[in-house]
């Protein structure tokens, strides 16, 4: 089975989601809408070509919705690595062109 890698910029990502979500509503919700996007990382491992292929931003690139956010991942042989969760409104193309995102330093989630 795959393990997940986050690049430091995705894990960043969802920890400003949730608190975000704490500062518009309250600490419930953003458990709540947090759990959503971890269900959907969940998913992905299950799953891992579930999400539509993204070749605007890079060959192997693919995304998943989940509610608000749109969770960018690649897959590899033995790690699925998690490299952005933007908003869904964001300019997408726009990020990860001019993005600083080290893509090759990830925390393991093994």
């Not at 042989?77 to 995102?101: C, Q």
């Amino acid at each position: 089975m795959l393990k997940i890698r986050f690049t430091q910029a995705a894990e960043q990502q969802l920890e400003d989601i949730w608190v975000y979500t704490l500062t518009e509503w309250h600490v419930d919700q953003a458990n709540q809408y947090v759990s959503q996007i971890e269900q959907g990382l969940l998913k992905l491992l299950e799953f891992p070509f579930l999400g539509r292929a993204r070749p605007e931003i890079n060959t192997d690139t693919r995304s998943l919705n989940v509610q608000k956010h749109v969770i960018y991942y690649r897959v590899g042989l033995e790690y699925m690595d998690i490299i952005g969760i933007l908003h869904g409104n964001m300019d997408v193309s726009g990020y990860f062109k001019n993005a600083r995102t080290p893509f090759d330093e990830f925390r393991d989630n093994g």
